[in-house]
């Protein structure tokens, strides 16, 4: 008795594999000439500033290239306690 599509095994060239690259940062404050990062323990990133815009929180997928690390001391302390609580609830705090 032949199989029915659904018994019969899978043929692996039906299925598409996509490998993504992900850089592991340590997490903590990042900056260029014109923008603060902040990386979770989670290694989730967030974009904290702008040109143009004191306080930003917008999730982005990685740090732009020529990011430096920056000491949370060096941070002011409203964006100290915004790391502390995206730390605290996560990707949950990133969304609209």
Known sequence: MEPSAEQRPADPAEFECTVVETRS???GFYETATRIFY???EGAVY?????GAAFVLQPVDDLPEGCAAVSRSAMDEP????AAFLD???AAAGRA
Request: aromatic share 6%; no cysteine.
């Open 25 to 27: 940062r340590e997490p």
């Open 47 to 51: 974009l904290l500033r702008t040109p």
């Open 79 to 82: 964006r100290r306690e915004l």
């Open 39 to 41: 990386v979770t323990r």
């Open 88 to 90: 605290r609830f996560g």
